[in-house]
């Protein structure tokens, strides 16, 4: 079941006219959260990362769309799950002053996971970081990445920006702890606005085992030199590596976040 514009039907029952200019102009703008325990996590912050990736795209945001209506859209869905964990997706479909917008939900079995997590350094391309790359748009390249992680039995990929700095794993935040230090990327090096990646750093921020949180200027070599490595996903939580190349993980202080984030 989705929610397609306050509608609650199957998905194959969702249809926008061929002949809409949307097809080949359309703009489609992506919030994806998490539900734990029936209960949507950060919802107002999601709200707001949503509005201004709206206004940053120039769009006219309807006065209907307040934080009320963006949480009772997600409730109005979930109570066709019956599942605890759920990841969302916000999808807002937009061409010429007109909005469409679109909530889906799968189960999550875990929010965190550590396991092991086969990533590769990606070198063909770099990352942009221009002002709209670091909106959550719907991207053919990521897709395309996608289908490359498939092909070569990946789970995920690391990207680098035109400095040869991390900028973001193809699915999300890359994290990385050294000592008492935690790293990512900035927002400047590549990283893509997130609720998550924001809470992560509030989080480790106000806990004992960090010394320094610091964003930006990661290298990749600093992955293989780390003592735990995590990848936060908007939408399926977090996964800590239990290895990278030849490099082996521990997990201790990033179970430390994940049970100040998530209580678990």
Do not use: W
Not at 51 to 63: D, N, T, V
Not at 191 to 200: E, F, G, H, M, T
Not at 235 to 256: A, C, D, P, R, W
């Amino acid at each position: 079941m989705i929610n397609f514009n306050g509608n609650i039907i199957q998905s194959a029952e969702a249809q926008l006219d061929l002949s809409n200019d949307f097809f080949q102009n359309g703009l489609i703008i992506t919030e994806k959260l998490l539900v734990a325990s029936h209960k949507i996590l950060f919802a107002e912050q999601h709200y707001f990362n949503l509005m201004a990736a709206m206004r940053m795209s120039r769009i006219e945001i309807p006065l209907s769309f307040t934080p009320e209506f963006f949480e009772n859209q997600i409730n109005q869905l979930l109570e066709e799950f019956v599942q605890e964990n759920l990841g969302v997706r916000f999808d807002i479909l937009y061409h010429k002053n007109k909005i469409n917008f679109v909530v889906r939900a799968q189960e999550i079995s875990q929010l965190y996971r550590f396991e092991d997590y086969a990533m590769d350094l990606y070198r063909e391309s770099f990352v942009s970081n221009t002002f709209f790359d670091r909106i959550n748009f719907l991207s053919p390249v990521d897709h395309i990445l996608g289908i490359y992680c498939q092909e070569n039995d990946f789970s995920d990929l690391l990207l680098q920006n035109d400095k040869k700095e991390l900028a973001r794993s193809l699915k999300g935040s890359i994290f990385v702890i050294k000592g008492t230090t935690i790293s990512t990327p900035s927002i400047e090096d590549g990283a893509k606005s997130s609720v998550l990646r924001n809470k992560i750093l509030d989080t480790a921020k106000k806990l004992p085992e960090f010394d320094e949180v610091q964003e930006g200027g990661v290298f990749p070599f600093a992955v293989t030199k780390a003592d735990e490595a995590f990848v936060a996903i908007d939408g399926q939580g977090i996964v800590s590596l239990k290895g990278f190349k030849k490099t082996k993980f521990s997990n201790e202080y990033t179970q430390s976040i994940v049970n100040q984030l998530f209580g678990i």
